[in-house]
């Protein structure tokens, strides 16, 4: 038992918790905010399970978003763990580059679901979701939390690598080729 990996385990285990907690968290409100004329929790205390699986398939959506910024992080910190430099300014970037990744990631979170909202309306026009959501369609419920994971899959291993292009690792030198 290697102590210095268990002790990586337990700093990505609880920054993972920290991270998913306040991207989905915040993703989650601000959705709410975006949609202030359609009260999903009052549709929830209602027991409209229409609206249970769209939040559910929009939260589970973020998250497939989401734990694209958590590999970077966890990357970076070990960078700065494992480095020679951890001087005070050193910290600092390491925190700032890691608070990129995260924020990034929830930006893109966001704007994938807005994608997600906007590709649905256009694929279903003679439907409108919020009202037969709003009467507990269960039908177009779960065609509308499928579609969003399906996007979300889909649109992860670009926002993956947008963050990574974005936001840069430290540098941590180079291996001869020679």
């Known amino acids: 038992m290697n102590i210095q990996q268990i002790s990586f385990g337990f700093i990505e285990f609880f920054l993972t918790i920290f ?11 601000l959705l709410l ?18 609206v249970g699986l769209v939040l559910g ?10 734990k694209q910024a958590i590999y970077p992080v966890m990357a970076v ?19 700032g580059l890691s608070i ?8 893109l979170a966001v704007v994938s679901m807005l994608f997600c909202f906007w590709l649905f309306n256009l694929l279903t026009p003679r439907i409108d979701q919020y009202e037969e959501i709003k009467q507990n369609n269960m039908a177009v419920a779960v065609f509308m939390a499928l579609f969003i994971v399906g996007i979300c899959l889909l649109l992860s291993t670009g ?5 990574k292009a974005l936001i840069p690792f430290p540098d941590i030198g180079s291996i001869p080729l020679r």
């Open 19 to 29: 991270i998913s907690f306040v991207l989905i968290f915040f993703c989650y409100r």
């Open 33 to 50: 905010a975006l949609t202030p004329k359609f009260d999903e929790e009052e549709q929830l205390k209602r027991k409209n399970v229409s």
């Open 57 to 66: 398939g929009i939260l589970l959506g973020e998250a497939i978003i989401v």
């Open 77 to 95: 910190v070990q960078l700065f763990i494992l480095g020679e430099d951890r001087s005070f300014f050193s910290f600092i970037k390491t925190l």
């Open 100 to 107: 990129g990744h995260v924020l990034m990631a929830g930006i």
């Open 159 to 163: 926002v993956s690598g947008l963050i």
